[in-house]
């Protein structure tokens, strides 16, 4: 049994505590998914809080032919989209991105703890977005390569692609950071 679909179902039963739930179960997660798109926690993090608005003020249809967890991505998938194409047009100017830069400390360092792990997430930022956020999906959030590839709206084969260059770009990048093969 899902828990998020169960959580999502009390929700729209009346339930206001499966919302809290399902805040509880995914945001983490679903804002270091959408911070690859952006490649900004800060704007990840007010995506993520649209994706759940969303769900509990419009409440679509959740159908159940993926899990809730997949479902839920896609979302968040198509606002990072969206957002990205609004903002396309739209460049910061230098006083503003200085002041943005300067205003926000990066929270993921306190996730990112030890230091193969700081490493390791360094060499992640320097792939490509599609890389990163297939590899995040598959390795960290747990995802199965077919539920990825939905939420990527990739063929099973082309994940499978993606998957496998994102894997050999990393491993790249990782011994530029000074990884041994041991290491790997």
């Known amino acids: 049994m899902d828990n998020g679909a169960s959580s999502y179902r009390r929700f729209l039963a009346g ?26 926690i800060v704007i990840a993090e ?15 249809r959740f159908n159940e032919r993926s899990s809730f967890k997949t479902w839920l991505y896609a979302i968040g998938g198509n606002e990072a989209r969206s957002y990205l194409r609004k ?12 002041q ?22 360094s060499c992640m930022l320097n792939l490509k977005p599609e890389y990163r956020q297939a590899l995040w999906l598959c390795y960290f959030d747990g995802f199965r390569a077919a539920e990825a590839a939905v939420i990527m709206k990739k ?7 993606l998957l496998y ?20």
């Open 155 to 161: 063929s099973a084969h082309g994940m499978e692609t």
């Open 15 to 40: 339930d206001d505590e499966g919302i809290a739930e399902l805040v509880r179960l995914y945001r983490d997660g679903l804002v270091y998914f959408i911070c690859g798109f952006t490649g900004d």
């Open 87 to 98: 903002i396309k047009n739209a460049p910061l100017s230098l006083d503003e991105s200085a």
């Open 100 to 121: 943005y830069a300067s205003e926000y400390e990066n929270p993921e360092r306190a996730y990112f703890n030890d230091e193969k792990t700081r490493l390791l997430h």
């Open 46 to 60: 007010d995506i993520a809080e649209d994706v759940f608005v969303r769900l509990a003020t419009k409440k679509p």
């Open 165 to 184: 260059r994102a894997r050999n770009a990393l491993k790249n990048e990782m011994l530029k950071e000074g990884f041994t093969y041991e290491d790997l």
